[in-house]
T-cell receptor
Framework: GDSVTQMEGPVTLSEEAFLTINCTYT??????LFWYVQYPGEGLQLLLK?????DKGSNKGFEATYRKETTSFHLEKGSVQVSDSAVYFC???????????FGKGTTLSVSS | KAGVTQTPRYLIKTRGQQVTLSCSPI?????VSWYQQTPGQGLQFLFE???????NKGNFPGRFSGRQFSNSRSEMNVSTLELGDSALYLC?????????????FGEGSRLTVL
């Protein structure tokens, strides 16, 4: 079945460092891909999405490009801030509706 | 605009009991889905409701059930609780089922089964 694999955490960075969180997927069709973020004490929030190959999703300085050839959707940010400390989830949807398949999540900790 | 509201936020039950969790979606959102979050399995889809009808169901036993009311509010029920049902149960709402993946999550109901 469909699945999402993302790098294990925690990821610990200093402020202004470059961030990459790897995400790869397995799907039989042509899924839509998402990154969700969970800040401490808050609910999951959609960070960005891409619905077809070569699409780039971006938001709040974060970017991810849908790479069909490598089945990947890696999350990147050029300069992280302390406020980016959170758990990041990669997810896919291969059908209309709200049934997402999530990765296990990657905890990011940014120190000043 | 109020977000997704889940009640109760925390609860403790014993094995064999049943539990009902409630979810009020964002005003105007008509689709509600439920997820279970555990440290071992991560986030897993339970079911999705739209217009009071279950549209999709994840791979969970029949002890897990849900429903949606005419005002889009939803409840989920777990009967004959097992220790492994201890988890954070998350509700998410979206405008409609075609809002693929664009979900708004509540903070969850944390269930502990003793």
């Amino acid at each position: 079945g469909d699945s999402v694999t993302q790098m294990e955490g925690p990821v610990t960075l200093s402020e202004e460092a470059f961030l990459t969180i790897n995400c790869t997927y397995t799907a039989t069709g042509y899924p839509s891909l998402f990154w969700y973020v969970q800040y401490p004490g808050e609910g999951l929030q959609l960070l960005l999405k891409a619905t077809k190959a070569d699409d780039k999703g971006s938001n709040k300085g974060f970017e991810a490009t849908y790479r069909k050839e490598t089945t990947s959707f890696h999350l990147e940010k050029g300069s992280v801030q302390v406020s980016d400390s959170a758990v990041y989830f990669c997810a896919l949807s291969d059908q209309a509706g709200t049934a997402l398949i999530f990765g296990k999540g990657t905890t990011l900790s940014v120190s000043s | 605009k109020a977000g997704v509201t889940q009640t109760p936020r925390y609860l403790i039950k014993t094995r064999g009991q049943q539990v009902t969790l409630s979810c009020s979606p964002i005003s105007g959102h008509r689709s509600v889905s439920w997820y279970q979050q555990t440290p071992g399995q991560g986030l897993q889809f339970l079911f999705e409701y739209f217009s009071e009808t279950q549209r999709n169901k994840g791979n969970f036993p029949g002890r897990f059930s849900g429903r949606q009311f005419s005002n889009s509010r939803s409840e989920m029920n777990v009967s004959t609780l097992e220790l492994g049902d201890s988890a954070l149960y998350l509700c998410a709402s979206s405008l409609n089922p075609d809002s693929t993946g664009e979900l708004f999550f509540g903070e969850g109901s944390r269930l502990t089964v003793l």
